[in-house]
């Protein structure tokens, strides 16, 4: 037997719960390259990546419209 036990937290079900009612809207493609330039100067890389990788998906969805 496991000496710990896992215990789920009530709060993470709820945050799943709620993310998953409602579909977010993403920002616009500027707006993200901007986030990426600002994230570049700070030297940001996981930033840079994440501001990089929103303004494709978002790019993407929009050319889907």
Not at 19 to 29: K, N
Not at 45 to 64: I, M, N, P, Q, Y
Request: hydrophobic share 45%; aromatic share 4%; proline share 6%.
């Amino acid at each position: 037997m496991n000496r710990y036990v896992t215990v789920p937290r009530p709060t993470e079900r709820a945050a799943i719960r709620a993310a998953s009612w409602s579909e977010r809207p993403l920002p616009s493609v500027s707006d993200l390259l901007d986030a990426a330039v600002i994230a570049h100067r700070a030297s940001d890389k996981e930033g840079v990546g994440l501001c990089l990788h929103l303004a494709v998906r978002s790019a993407l969805s929009e050319v889907d419209e």
